[in-house]
């Protein structure tokens, strides 16, 4: 039977800044790349400015109590963060520096700040004000809004000193940001019923999420558990499949989880499929968090609505509003809850739709946990990105091909998952079929090819020889 959609004051001796960091001598690589990615800064200077905030972190706090009413803030600066700590008396500076900080003299101490920005929070602002708070690198309470005259007016009418306000010119106004959770609710307002989020997809750079294909049709707008708007169905089959995706609007972000309810918040780093008598678990937004054993794969089902194909066979339970959560094992996505027989009370079997098919139909790729997606190749004009598992092979461009009309060099490289082996074939179409022309198939994951060839219809194929994740393919044409 098919479950309908409605399954759907530490002492630091003399205060110095030498005392010993907080963090290791060795950060995580993956927060240093970070840290110099985004902050523009080498490897070297993000080791460095870490070691730096950790021992200014202990230090301002002492720093602070020692300096009293005079204090008026601390920051850092520079590609190395070297702190800065500033008071109303220049007596202080020998004490500041003494402490390893830099000294700056002001003329409002923080308490001043601090009393002015609690003044304008008990003033009601306008809608052109979208914030406000004490920033101590200007000495001032800095004041965002869209309109700078209305926000000096506001600040003026709350009784504060508007000598110590600077108001910034922002167009957007901030918004709430919602997670992305696999077995977490979601609503289809037209069709008056509840299904459950699957995991975190994007297409390119357009984020989202799977769910179960009889969920919602194409164009259908969706609401989140908190019935705040949330997105559109943009992929969705049903019956011969039971797979859809929902792209969702900026105020959601994609953290790479299940909802695992009395499990915890549980983390997704691939979709590698498990084998029959494989422990799976299953999470819904009405019976939440379950567990049982997959029982077979690539099994017909044959719904009153319609059949559908290569579905597994689990017999975890599952109940009405559970329809698109999540199945996964260990850290490992397998798929979307489609059907099945039985409750959660007397048990039951249970079919979920597997994820890679709708990743490489779709050009999807999966969100994981803690993790980047690769970041791709420099010099190359096109970029596609893709997510298989193991043995799986995937076509690029958009599994579609391309026609040079010229010749010329055919240049494309590939970045895949660390610790995993995908290969990388060029291939021209012969008048009958597709040949290879090209290949790169180290036992790595990451491939480059540059093939001179004349013109005609061309594509890549990307082959997960072993391990599984998303990549990504840079490439350039004649």
Known sequence: ??????????????????????????????????????????????????????????????????????????????????????????????????????????????????????GLDHSPAPSSVFGWGVTPQDNAVTVSASDADQALAWARSSGVDTAAVKVTVAQERPRLFYDIRGGDAYYIPSKGYRCSIGFAARRGTQVGYTSAGHCGSVGDATNGSNQVAQGTFQISSFPTNDYSWVATNSNWTAPGVVNGYSAGILPVHGSTVTQPGGSICRSGSTSQWHCGTVQALNQTVNYAEGTVYELTRTNVCAEPGDSGGAFISGDQAQGMTSGGSGDCTSGGTTYFQPINEILSTGGLTLITSGSQ??????????????????????????????????????????????????????????????????????????????YSGTAGYYRYRVHAYSGSGSYTLDLNRP
């Open 1 to 118: 039977m098919l479950r309908t959609p409605a399954l759907i004051a530490i002492a630091i001796g003399a205060l110095m800044l030498t005392a010993t960091p907080a963090v290791a001598s060795k950060p995580p690589p993956g927060q240093v790349d970070a840290l110099a990615r985004d902050l523009g800064i080498t490897q070297e200077q993000a080791v460095n400015r870490m070691a730096s905030e950790a021992r200014g972190n202990l230090v301002v706090p002492s720093l602070r109590k020692r300096l009293g009413d005079r204090y008026a803030g601390a920051w850092y600066e520079g590609p190395e963060a070297a702190l800065v700590v500033a008071s109303v008396s220049a007596s202080d500076s020998a004490a500041i520096t003494g402490s390893g900080a830099q000294a700056r003299t002001v003329t409002r101490s923080f308490a001043q700040l601090l009393a002015v920005k609690n």
């Open 373 to 450: 997606p690769p970041t791709g190749c420099s010099g190359y004009r096109e970029h596609y990105s893709g997510s298989l598992s193991s043995g799986q092979s995937g076509y690029q461009p958009n599994g579609s091909y391309y026609q040079s009309t010229v010749s010329g060099t055919h240049a494309a490289c590939l970045k895949g998952p660390a610790g995993t082996d995908f290969d990388l074939y060029l291939q021209k179409w012969n008048g009958s079929s597709w040949a290879v022309v090209a290949t790169s198939n180290s036992p790595n994951p990451d491939e480059t090819i540059s």
